[in-house]
């Protein structure tokens, strides 16, 4: 079974085998997005430019931002009802 020949085979045996597998998948995903630069991603549609993760372009503070919303909404609500009450 042959092996093969990763973007990351230029930096050998150093930092790491999970950071050299980062690179690759990041440097392999052929969508919407390329990676410029660690942190650094540009839109091949509009060629804007912008920051996201070191690997990925999405870091998920998005979705920890609602979640945590949604949660104090909640909470906000629940006290309402207890004043109303």
Known sequence: MSRKNKSSKRFGSRYGRKIRE????????DKRYERVAP??????ETGKKFAG???????????????????????L?????????
């Open 22 to 29: 980062n690179v690759d998948e990041a440097e392999s995903r």
């Open 39 to 44: 942190g650094v991603w540009k839109d091949k």
């Open 53 to 75: 993760g070191a690997y990925k372009p999405d870091t998920g503070a998005e979705n920890m931002l609602k979640k945590a919303l949604q949660v104090e909404t909640e909470e």
């Open 77 to 85: 609500e629940a006290a309402k009802e207890a004043i109303e009450e």
